[in-house]
Structures are given as C-alpha cells and as structure tokens.
C-alpha cells in the first residue's frame, strides 16, 4: 500500500510490443511512471528472422520472447493481451474492446503489414511474411510442394511444384529466395528418390533496376552475384501483372510472360498498420502514401505533444525530407529516445532534439554470404555474413533463445541440416492431399 | 539403371512413421530389400515430450525430426507422404489416395488416438495431445486462460479461468498436471500484476483408486505425494459424467460434483487407430476392445505371415495372456524384430521368437520429481527424473534436436523460465478475443 499522499502516477499506455514499443518500455524502467504495454499476441517477435522459420531452420519460440517475461522483473510495467481499436485524445484514453484505458502519454507502435498495391486478391497465392502464422504456412508452402513435387508423375507439373518464385528484392526477398536456394541445392539434394531437388527454380522479381534498392549499387551487384551463384534467377525491371494460383504473369519491358509456379512469395510491399488511418481520424495528423503518420521532430502527432508514434508506423522526415527506413534499429532508438523525452517531461527537465544513429544496413544471401553497408563500408561474403550473425544474436532478447539460435546455426552450418522442417497446421492443400480418387490398380511411382 | 538379370527386390511397405515404423525401417538398412515409409507427415514425433510443448518448454521442432532427413543416407529406403486408405492382401497392395504400393512385407505400424468412451462430443472442450497441433491448440489455451484471467475482474470468472483439469492419471496425465503446477506456482508467479498465478486450482482426476495405475503402489504414493506437494489436487476414485465447456461433473462414491473449470485437458484413454478396423475387415484378424489387432507370437495377422502390426495398433500376448503397454520401447523392439524377422526370412534363415525386454517405466511430475520402475528397482525423486533425462534425450533421434532439448532444458532447470510460451494459431476463443463491446468509459482494471 502507498501513503495516500503519494500524487498519481504518470500512465504511459504504449500499442504495440514490437521493436519500438518493447524499447520504450523498457527505457522507462528507472522512471516515476505507470507503464502498460498492450498487445494482440503475448510475445515480442524477431521479425528480422521470421524467414528463417518459414525456410526451415528456427522454431517460431526461438525468435519469440514473451512479453510478460521480458518485462517480469519492470515493477512499474504491465503488459495487457488486448486489441486496441480506438484512440480518444480528447479523454486521454485507449480504447479496447473490453473498455477503455486512461493515458498521460501515449506511445503508438502498431508496425506494418503486406501491402498488394491494390491487389489483395492475391494474397492467399501469395502469402507475406509478417507473423509467425505466416511464417509456418509459408514453411508448409515450400517443404509441400517438395513432397507432392515427389510424387508428380506429370513433368509439367513437378516443374511448376519445383518452381518458386519470390516477389521483391528487398533484404526479406533477397534472404528468403537465398534460403530456399540453399534448400534446394543443399539441404534436400539427398532426402528425395524421384525428384532432384537441385533442378529447382528459385526466381526473385524486383520492379526497380536491381536487387536490394536502398543499398549502395556495387551491393547490389555483389548480392546479385551471390544469389546467381547460388542458382537463384534474379529479374529485375519485372513487374508482376497477375498472379492466379498456378501462374505468374510478368512485365519486362512491355514483354509479357506466364510463368507456372506452385510456390509465390510476396516480398514486395509493406503498408502501415491501421492504427495509422485511426490515429489521422482523431487528430487530424496526415499519413503519407504508405499510411504512415507524418510525425513532429520528436515523434509527437501534430498538436498532441502527448501521443507519439514510433517505428514502422511513424513518419519521421530527416534534413532531407527523406522518411527513416521500417527496420528494427530506427524503431529502438525512437522507442528509446520518447523514452526518455517522457521521463524528462514528468522530472521537468528538457531534451536534445532526436537524431537518427545510422548503424547501417545488412542483408543476408546465405551461408558465409551477406552484404553490410557499415559506416561508409561496404562489406561482402563472410565477413559480413559474421557481423550479420554477431548482430543479430546480440539483439535476440531472451538469452535462452539466443542460446538456442546459436546451437541450431552452428549445428546447420555444420551439417547445413534443417531440424526445423516440419510441416505443421493450415488447412490441408490440394499438395499435401489431393482429391481422393477412385481406387485403381496402376502402381504408383514413388 | 539395374541391370536386367537381377531379380526383383523384396518389397518392404511400412505405414507409420512413429517409433515402430521408423525403427522397423532403419533396422532394415543393410537387408537386401527396397523400404517404401508411408507417413501422413514428414516427420516423426518424439510423442513422450509432447507434454512439454503443450507447457510451453519446447517447440514443436526440437521433438520433430524430418523423416527423410532421418533416412536420407539410407539407399534402401525411401519416404512417401501419404494417407494409406486401405490395404488388399489379395493383390498384395496398400491403397493410397493416389493409387496402390505393392508390397511383398507389409508392416502396419499406425498408433493410436484419443478414446473418449462413446463422449466424442467432449473433444472440442477437452482435447487430448496425440499430435503437434493438439501441442500448439493446449498451449494456447494454458497461456490464453492465464491472460484472460488478468484481465476478469468477475471473481467467479477469474476462478474458472484459473483452474485446470486433468482427466486420467496415467504418465501422459501426471506429466501435464505436474508441469501446469510448475507453470503456475513457478515460472509465471511474476509475470502478472493482477492475478496470483500461485492461486491457481490444477486437478487431476482418475477413475481408478490411484495415478499411474499401471505403475507398483509404492510409487503411485510417492507420485501423488510429489504432485500434492506442487499444488495438484489429486482425485482418484472419480469420474467424468458431464464436460459442457463451461463445467465439469465429476462423481465420486454415487456422489456428484459440478467444477467449473475453463480448461479442461483429456489424458484418459487411447483407441487403436482406424487402420485396425481396415486390416480386420480384409484379414478377418480380431480386434481387441481398444480397438488393436489381435497378433501372433511374430507380430503377423493370422493367417497373413506377410503383414505384421506393431506398436500401439497391435495387440501382443504375453505368456500371461496381458497385452504389451502402448509405450515407445514396446514399438521399437516389435518394429526391430519384424525387420531382423523379413531380412531372415529373404535370406532364407529363421530366427527366435519375439521376446519383449523389459526396460522399466518412467513418469516424470516435475523438475528433480519422477517415478521410475527399472530393473525391480523403485525410484524416485531427483534419480528417477535424472534417468528420465538421460533416457529421453538419448532416444531423441536427431543430434540437433538432443543438443538444442538439452539447452533447452538445462536453461530451464536454471532459470524455470519457459521460452516456448507462445500463444499462436488456432481460431481465437471467447478467452483470446471477447466479442466486441459498445464503447464505454468504464476505465479496464489491468
């Protein structure tokens, strides 16, 4: 029990317990505040590795850390499993769908999802790869079609099972169609008696002039280079005209062509969260095309200095007008600096203005292939596929999953096994188990 | 290409690819046959630790192993994904959705699933754990109850939330109420601001006179000693009249008692999976109450020396006339001697009968609490659980998933964290999503 003459508490209410949310909150750990995390799913997930639970090689709980556990011993923390539908600025409140949650300050950290530009019918040919829901049916896609690719007798068939095709080139494409190359000429070349699963078709199709935009070109030459050599088909200034199932349609210089596969990856867009659209509703904040929110220099909303948005949700233009990229390390230190711009608050002290730390980029192919922009830098093949797997264990929260994440990579690049490649859940496929037929006494080709 | 003079292998057809399948066909590596392994999935699963996903301790990988991983190096055997429907002695085939596999030795090694003693209406509201997706579904309905707990501010509510039920107190039984009492008094009893996980009501019910009925007394004491002493009310002597979603009915001595209790988990009774009924009908071999095939002293269907059952499918007479417990050791030994048995038979030798060796039994409660009948011997508490570890890791398959479990475990036994607690898929209940409420003002309690 506390004295009652103790004044309220500050109440921080932060949406979102992703990379800038997480940060935020556990920034305020020493503060004099109340803090409530609220999130849909109970644990923080690291996205950056999602692609390697959908290839096979992590469990969905290795890249995933509760929320409660994380925040555990953060006396002035709590975390909510809830869904926030509703903000109400002018009460200071969240609302949910179990009622409403009162705030001081507001922190809205709700991400991204798929963005089809306009094509959402192509979403179940072509699933994203955000949630670990995504990621295990994207894993049960792929190990699928090896499998009915196994027992195809028609070869146009097994060529379209043995084709997969990656849409964007960006680092997700980039490292998924890298994955699927190692599978495929690597992992699998001795598991199977009727297919040889190197005869595979791994194609990724970016839009734009070359792989890995927003890199510095000669990386995106290198990792082009890494990804051919690994037998994956790079097309680029391709567009994707039409996706039905069983084919791809594609656009190269007004040239058309249908490409069957039985496997397509989308890799192309990314669209932010709803929570954005709500947010502009009640505060008249504008978004930008993406449906971001165009944030204040300190990540505020425009004239509610109390609700800020972070991340891959947030709108923050540097000197040069140019929007912050949507990855992890830009969400950390927004989350980290409204952390503390907050705490200043509530002790009424003042804060420098947020500047971006650029930590640089990387981009992992495959084994001992990766490209890393790192202060001016440019680093390719091991050495930036180690920094690339220092990085990313160091940022991995729980120790027990780093712990495991480091046993499982040592184990794979040993034995470039992958213990992981189970296909679990999702509503059977006509893959994994076509229509049944009349019985028939012709053997069948196994 | 073979060349044409050689004569036509011995075809050796497994269905199943649990331990008696998969036992049968590695022991058939250097015999001059051609394996064809028919699974439903691609992996065999270690069912003993499936418990463990269920609570949150591993993922469904670490207890997976791909099965043509397992057999790739194996030149003789070969995997096919697929449904076996039906099995024609006559023409000496198996019926697959996709047409007919000739065999010249059938092995027949199926499983069991959930018995629910003519109640199949209660699966829905008590689901039992057969499969990694009865894994997942029960871990999220353990982790979701504790959520939705937080958030009830209806005492009554939160008091059903909070409670669980076991029903059956065999190993399976002992184990998941033992591990629910460790979750709730132990790795979650900081992670809540409003609810005292240590309040939490874990009952196991046995409609026997004690748990593990199968197990010497001596140990059915110290067994319920250990789980009483976590927190676990044992009610032996009673059964389960009524499952409703809501409550339970329980009866003990003609006397009745209504329990509400939000999750309610089945570990009561198996049933011989429904290949037995195929094989009776086109055999004409007896089925035992349970529903498993009545074998000869090799493990053949009568009358059919060419199709053996194995494992839980199978019903074995020991010179007492008692069936063999439905446990692993059991289907590896019949799945090993089946295969010595088909390689004597191809080489034209003969070989002893089937003698069942037995190992012992191991029921594990908790962390350094375990049961263990070995050798005559009687133990328990840290010894038994330390064999349980030892035994349970050696048998894992894989060497990744052993080394990955051991971390694994090792961190847990250290920390009694529980990084597997995830709460995914699944279609969302009542208790992860409440139905949409008109917006209102009444601040939540969190």
């Not at 505040?33 to 390697?52: G, S």
Request: hydrophobic content about 45%; overall charge neutral; aromatic content about 8%.
């Amino acid at each position: 029990m506390e004295p009652v003459t103790t004044p309220p508490k500050h109440r921080v209410v932060i949406i979102g317990g992703g990379f800038g949310g997480l940060y935020a909150a556990q920034s305020l750990n020493r503060a004099d505040v109340e803090v409530t995390l609220i999130d849909k799913r109970n644990f923080h997930l690291f996205q950056p590795l999602l692609y390697q639970v959908a290839t096979g090689t992590l469990s969905p709980a290795d890249i995933s850390s509760p929320l409660r556990s994380v925040l555990s011993r953060q006396k002035n923390a709590r975390v909510l499993m809830e869904e926030a539908i509703d903000i109400d600025p002018e009460n200071h409140q969240v609302v949910t769908r179990r009622g409403t949650i009162p705030y001081d300050s507001l922190i809205v950290a709700t991400g991204a999802s798929h963005h089809y530009f306009g094509n959402d019918q192509w979403k179940d040919d072509a699933p994203g790869l955000k949630t670990v829901e995504d990621a295990v049916e994207m894993r049960r896609r792929i190990f699928s079609a090896f499998e009915a690719a196994e027992k195809e007798t028609d070869p146009e068939k097994r060529r379209s099972l043995l084709t997969f095709m990656v849409v964007g080139a960006g680092p997700t494409g980039v490292e998924i169609a890298g994955a699927i190359a190692e599978l495929a000429k690597e992992t699998l070349k001795n598991d199977f008696r009727s297919i040889d699963t190197t005869e595979a078709q791994i194609l990724l199709v970016e839009g734009l002039d070359r792989v890995l935009p927003p890199y510095p070109a000669d990386l995106s030459v290198k990792a082009a280079e890494s990804l051919e050599k690994l037998g994956v088909t790079v097309r680029t200034k391709t567009k994707v005209i039409n996706i039905d199932g069983e084919t791809v349609t594609l656009e190269y210089n007004d040239e058309r062509e249908v490409i069957s596969a039985k496997t397509i990856i989308w890799a192309a867009g990314v669209k932010a969260s709803g929570v954005g659209r709500v947010i502009s509703d009640r505060t008249g904040a504008s978004l930008d095309r993406a449906g971001r929110v165009m944030v204040e220099p300190d990540m505020s909303v425009p004239n509610h200095p109390n609700i800020f948005v972070i991340g891959d949700l947030a709108h923050w233009a540097d000197s040069e007008g140019k929007p912050l990229p949507g990855i992890a390390p830009v969400a950390m230190q927004a989350g980290k600096f409204v952390a503390k711009l907050i705490k200043a608050r509530v002790e009424n002290k003042t804060l420098p203005v947020f500047k971006y730390q650029d930590l640089g980029s990387l981009a992992v192919i495959a084994q001992n292939k990766a490209v890393a922009n790192v202060g001016g830098f440019h680093l390719s093949g091991f050495i930036a596929w180690f920094i690339w797997i220092v990085a990313h264990v160091y940022f991995l929260i729980e120790f027990d999953n780093k712990l495991v994440v480091m046993i499982q990579w040592a184990w794979n690049y040993i034995t470039r096994a992958r213990g992981a490649r189970i296909i679990t859940g999702g509503v059977p496929t006509p893959i994994e188990a076509p229509p049944a037929r009349p019985r028939q006494e012709t053997p069948v080709e196994v």
